[in-house]
């Protein structure tokens, strides 16, 4: 009987599909590299020519904000998943979109910043779009 009990709890674990350390890594991983900044939207909409000195970067488990050459924040991130995207963005998202979250510096009071990948385009959102408070950022791979 204990050895049905080990059996299935070790069965239970390795399938359950709230289990998703390999989606994470993965989303670190395609995020990993040198991003420049295409266009920001938020009350008010940007667009940014190629060559603009706008760029993030992202190596391992650190990042680099850089803007005309001069890194202007640095420090640790991670991802994680999060499901939450809809409800802190106050925007009707599509379901499987927007399930990444980057924590930076192990901040988790600030406002929850959210990213999706779609071949070369990286695009990141926080606030709450309702209340003009939200931005989205989307950069592109160099």
């Known amino acids: 009987m204990k050895k049905l009990s080990l059996l299935f709890f070790l069965i239970i674990t390795l399938v359950n599909p709230g289990c998703k350390k390999e989606n994470d890594n993965d989303s670190s991983e395609r995020l990993e590299g040198v991003w420049e900044l ?19 970067s992202f190596t391992g ?33 599509t379901a499987g979109q927007y399930t990444n979250r980057i924590i930076y510096d192990n901040n988790m009071t600030v406002t929850k910043t959210f990213f999706e990948i779609a071949e070369n385009k990286l695009t990141i959102i ?8 939200g931005s989205s950022l989307e950069y592109e791979r160099r």
């Open 126 to 133: 926080s606030g709450c779009f309702a209340v003009d408070a």
């Open 61 to 93: 488990n650190t990042y680099e904000v850089i803007d005309n050459g001069q890194i202007t924040r640095s420090g640790e991130f991670q991802v994680v998943e999060d499901p939450g995207a809809s409800e802190s963005t106050c925007l009707n998202i």
């Open 38 to 56: 295409r266009s920001a939207r938020s009350m008010l909409v940007s667009t940014y020519p190629p060559g603009n000195g706008h760029i993030i």
